[in-house]
């Protein structure tokens, strides 16, 4: 069980999500998370809490309800336990103010989440904290603009210091395309703002997106390259264009940007978690990458996924006992995480820790019955443990499933049936 289950890729799905879903993040940021999460369910036994006998004991208790509601969709409830959080001052006070403003779209309340946005940007920067508030505030000015009377429209199309120009409005209603999921639009409204502005940053970097989303992606960082010569200091396009050298397996090119990246914002985490990821998978240096997600959890300690990604490059080093420390991390941090049980598992199975392998595994399986990683090692385990019968349903279970070419399932299992005998 020396195989580790792939360090997940932020892809084209995630990007999409994030692009067109509210809850995450202003369309068209592309921010590249550490991970990609394959599609998590809960357990069938388990039924989102949203409801409590006693009050929040503190910040952190009414910030984890608030979560639990928007999680099961419940905002009305979640909104309640995000204003509990702030007033019983949860530390970051950013992270509740920049969930609530959130909940606030959600429930179509603009100028409450507008509100929030700005008491947001009064705040300490946290992260980019300031840029996403930022970016979150143009959003919701253009919806409160599209439901405000045309008469008051031209003293409502503000944006930061001025009025919006004709290319920056060019670049929203781009934004506003994409969001419908009108890429045709998107691609005019954009290409409109270049033409209306060829020194707008802006219209660039937004246009870098809809080239990544059709899969151009030299055309991608080609406009991405052209913001940052017209501004030099612009973290989102050094954030998208190093994910586009990834993809186009330009390492050495996505670690500049990146090595940029923590100049702008040296208390980024999520800057020190993607280079670390370039320096784990793309390069193989697994020393550098534990430096990097070390950084990213000094900075911040809830970070699930640095913890998730330290474990994997110690998996990766043959540091089990490490590996499997970081997991318990991440799992703290995110019980649900389907993959960081996988792995957890695999590193127990390292260890000669079948039976806790099996544990794990159980877990992943319940999270995602559809992981064919899991099937196979826990098909693994129970051979260890000689409960043959147990090992052969799940090494057929994980033939029945698809491929997963960079852990050998098909392969690997198959090999252990015709060790117990099987055809």
Not at 49 to 71: H, I, L
Not at 390 to 402: H, R, S, Y
Request: glycine share 6%; charged share 25%; hydrophobic share 40%.
């Amino acid at each position: 069980m020396e195989k580790l289950k792939n360090l997940k890729c932020f892809g084209l799905l995630l990007i999409l999500v994030l692009l067109l879903s509210a809850c995450e993040m202003a369309p068209p940021t592309p921010r590249p998370t550490a991970t990609l999460r394959p599609t998590r369910t809960l357990p069938p036994t388990a039924t989102p809490v949203t409801s409590w006998d006693t009050p929040p004991k503190n910040g952190a208790d009414a910030f984890g309800r608030a979560y639990m509601c928007e999680q099961a969709e419940d905002f009305e409830c979640a909104l309640d336990y995000y204003t509990q959080a702030i007033e019983l001052e949860y530390d970051p006070l950013q992270l509740a103010y920049g969930s609530r403003f959130r909940v606030y779209k959600e429930l179509g309340q603009i100028d409450a989440a507008i509100a929030d946005c700005e008491t947001l940007l009064t705040l300490p920067n946290f992260g980019s904290s300031h840029a996403y508030a930022a970016e979150m505030l143009v959003e919701l000015r253009a919806m409160a603009v599209e439901s405000t009377p045309s008469a008051v429209v031209e003293s409502t199309l503000t944006a930061g210091e001025g009025t919006l120009t004709a290319s920056q409005a060019a670049v929203d209603e781009g934004r506003a395309c994409l969001q419908a999921q009108d890429y045709l639009c998107a691609v005019e409204k954009f290409n409109a703002a270049v033409e209306l502005d060829p020194a707008n940053p802006d219209a660039y970097y937004n246009r870098a997106i809809i080239q990544f989303m059709i899969q151009n992606y030299s055309g991608a960082i080609a406009d991405c390259t052209e913001a940052l010569r017209l501004d030099p200091s612009h973290v989102d396009a050094y954030f998208a264009r190093s994910y586009f050298y990834t993809l186009m397996g330009d390492y050495e090119a996505a670690l500049a940007d990146l090595d940029k990246l923590v100049v702008l914002e040296p208390e980024n985490a999520m800057a020190y978690t993607n280079r670390g990821n370039v320096y784990l998978d793309g390069l193989a240096m697994y020393d550098e990458a534990i430096a990097d997600y070390t950084k990213a959890v000094a900075l911040d300690p809830t970070y699930a996924d640095a913890h998730y990604n330290l474990g994997n490059a110690h998996f990766r080093k043959g540091e089990n006992e490490q590996a499997i420390r970081f997991y318990d991390l991440s799992l703290e941090l995110e019980p649900e995480n389907a993959d960081a049980y996988v792995n957890r598992g695999l590193a127990y199975g390292n260890l000669g820790k079948y039976a806790e392998a099996v544990a794990d595994f159980d877990l992943a399986l319940r999270l995602n019955p559809q992981d064919g990683v899991a099937y196979m090692g826990r098909g693994s385990a129970y051979e260890q443990l000689g409960e043959t019968e147990k090992a052969i349903a799940d090494f057929k279970q994980a033939l029945a499933l698809p491929d997963d070419p960079a852990n050998e399932t098909h392969t690997r299992s198959q090999a252990g049936l015709e060790r117990l005998g099987e055809e």
